[in-house]
């Protein structure tokens, strides 16, 4: 029942090219998946970026922020009855070059910007792209439950997703091969990975590649040679491995405390990225995201608040640098 | 060429006195043309965007180094990857999908080419009329199939009773997906084999039956050979339909980029590689050049494979044979 799952994650997470019949029917998706893309170039021509007024307010990007997205965006609704937000996925990639074809007005994302991005933006917009980290992840290594292996170092983790070893035996279990589960190398979740665990070395060749959390935490709980990596949030019904930093160091389990402090080595900040110029309707809603309130649905939805002390209001700080940048 | 299948059409046959009916025909002439050119600029359009799209990997100096000395390149060992387009040092190999193509697609046609040209001989030849007539529709029901429904029934199913069958690590790899894949490949074979062997002249069987030939003698010897060019055409057109199949290896072959003959280990195809990463790729990044060059090899391939069977066996081949009877 749960491949069922997570076979709708695998329909879910992709897009026009799969429906095909022939590979006529594939590049005929593309053209229109295409089309679509070059509509977005055109408009960012335009300058003006949407939801000026009237229009809803877009938020578009990670994958993995998608559900807080919208949770966020209903009960913000609900509070603001004049005010429209869209949310969509695609992937932090995804975002963030919407950001740049100003596309959306907020682009979530699961990993911070990259230099040559933070440049387009600033290209299309004249000031500095303000970053708001809005939660926390930890990033969880799922087995099948039925694994007696309870912890893991950083070192191993690298050498299983690296290929280097092979089997269980080599981390004190049974004799036996390891399925190694994986990402789409597009997930923000998979480039996280790639640099904090594997130090940018590349992944090895048998790494099954799957769409979604989801569907590796639903492909972990049914194959019990197993291991993958996700969302903290999502690890229902396989267990999630704790993390030693080197072979001396305690082993962490991922938790609220663990990953809010830091102390959990793969955790991660989420964001909200933002081009034009921060006021209006879009800083009221980052604000209220950044209240106790929008806060508390960070929890509800399984990952993590930003801790107090990081809580500095967006306006004050930010959006100065973003205004004096735009002068 | 529309315009020659519009001229070719016996116009001076119509001798009509009523204007209004003669701009009738100029009008429906018209519309006609203009829907079959339509057809074909539609796919020339695709073309020429698909080739835009991947033109980059060879005629930017930049991308071209980056990916035409990877492209071919084999793993040094069993782990490493070669296509790696989000790296530091990224590599745009081919070979796991190609690979990856060929194995689920030879598992393919391996099951569905007897199946389903036992079974077209079986409907053709031995069943009687009424059976005839019920598992035909039914058969090719199974083309309508949406291929989302056949990659969820072996994720399910198929893999996991193939998984106690052969004892393999990997639940889900190549002969999984090329299992589900036969699937799609049978209906069309069986379709175009059967028709095949239904138009070879039943005066070529009675002469057989005459020689005191037997009813299975008359099959394999008389009316197979007889129909042999349709049964290839029709293996054609599911060979083109197999490697282009996308879902269904998506969901059910396991999806990693292993240069590998192994057929149980897990397996990504060029059609799957498209599905998985188009929708998140980078726009105008060389990994999505790169994506664009796979649908290119694709195009052409399927363009090779359904002139084969177009042109020369239904042309040629075909024509020689019922000439000869």
């Known amino acids: 029942m749960t491949e069922l799952t997570f076979g709708i994650a695998h329909i879910a997470a992709m897009t026009a090219a799969q429906l095909s019949r022939s590979t006529k029917y594939i590049a005929f998706a593309l053209l229109l998946s295409l089309a679509a893309c070059g509509g977005d170039h055109n408009e960012s021509s335009g300058g003006q970026p949407p939801a000026a007024s009237g229009e809803p307010m877009s938020i578009k990007g990670s994958d993995t922020m998608v559900i807080l997205g919208q949770k966020w965006a209903e009960t913000y609704m609900k509070k603001n009855s004049g005010t429209r937000i869209q949310i969509s996925g695609g992937g932090s990639g995804t975002g963030i070059v919407a950001l740049i074809n100003g596309t959306t007005d907020i682009c979530q994302a699961s990993r911070p910007m990259k230099k040559s991005e933070r440049e387009k933006v600033k290209a299309k917009y004249g000031h500095d792209v303000l970053e708001i980290p809005v939660a926390k992840d930890g990033i969880a290594v799922y087995v099948h439950a039925d694994n007696p292996i309870r912890e893991i170092t950083m070192q191993q983790l690298e050498k299983i997703y690296t290929g280097e070893i092979s089997n269980w035996r080599d981390l004190g279990g049974a004799n036996q091969r390891i399925i190694v589960f994986g990402r789409e190398n597009s997930s923000g979740t998979y480039g996280f990975f790639m640099e904090h665990v594997l130090r940018d070395k590349d992944f090895g060749a048998a790494v099954q590649t799957l769409p979604g959390t989801a569907a590796v935490v639903n492909a972990v709980s049914e194959e019990t040679k197993a291991i993958g990596y996700g969302g903290d949030a999502y690890s229902t019904g396989v267990r999630a491995l704790a993390i030693k930093k080197d072979s001396a160091a305690q082993a962490i389990a991922p938790g609220e405390v663990s990953i809010m402090t830091g102390t959990y080595p793969i955790a991660r900040d989420l964001y909200f990225y933002i081009g034009k110029e921060f006021k209006g309707a879009e800083k009221e809603f980052v604000e209220w995201v950044m209240s106790e309130e929008g806060q508390g649905i960070v929890k509800k939805v399984g990952y993590y608040p930003i801790p107090k002390k990081k809580l500095a209001p967006p306006d004050s700080t930010a959006a100065d640098t973003a205004k004096t940048a735009s002068k | ?325």
């Open chain 2, 1 to 325: 060429m529309a315009e020659a299948i519009i001229e070719s059409m016996p116009l001076s046959r119509q001798v009509r006195t009523n204007p209004a009916a003669k701009n009738a025909d100029a009008a429906a002439r018209v519309a006609i043309t203009a829907v079959a050119v339509f057809a074909l600029a539609i796919i020339f359009l695709i073309l020429i965007f698909i080739f835009k799209e991947a033109k980059d990997v060879f005629f930017d100096a930049k991308k071209r180094d980056q990916v035409l000395p990877t492209l071919f390149m084999m793993p040094a060992n069993e782990n490493q990857a070669v296509w790696t387009p989000i790296s530091k040092n990224p590599k745009y190999s081919l070979m796991p999908m190609l690979l990856g193509t060929l194995k689920t697609t030879l598992v393919a046609m391996f099951i569905a080419i007897p199946i389903s040209v036992l079974a077209a001989i079986y409907t053709a030849c031995f069943a009687p009329r009424w059976v005839r007539e019920i598992v035909k529709p039914a058969i090719e029901l199974l083309a309508g199939f949406p291929s989302v429904v056949l990659g969820f029934f072996a994720l399910i199913a198929i893999a996991g009773f193939m998984q106690r069958l052969t004892g393999a690590d990997y639940r889900l790899n190549a002969i999984v997906g090329g299992i589900a894949v036969s699937l799609t490949a049978i209906p069309i074979i069986f379709t175009i084999a059967e028709d095949a062997l239904s138009a070879v002249p039943k005066a070529m069987q009675e002469a057989s039956y005459g020689l005191g030939a037997t009813e299975w003698e008359t099959a394999f010897y008389i009316v197979l050979p007889a129909a042999y060019p349709g049964i290839f055409a029709g293996i054609l057109l599911g060979l083109g339909r197999a490697f282009g199949e996308t879902l269904i290896v998506l969901l059910a072959a396991g999806n990693a980029l292993i240069v590998s003959w192994d057929f149980l280990v897990p397996t990504k195809t060029l059609t799957a590689t498209i599905g998985a990463e188009m929708g998140e790729v980078v726009y105008g990044d060389t990994h999505y050049n790169v994506l664009f060059l796979i649908g290119v090899f694709l195009f052409v391939f399927s363009v090779i494979i359904n002139s084969i069977a177009e042109f020369y066996v239904k042309g040629r081949l075909m024509k020689k044979f019922s000439g000869a009877a």
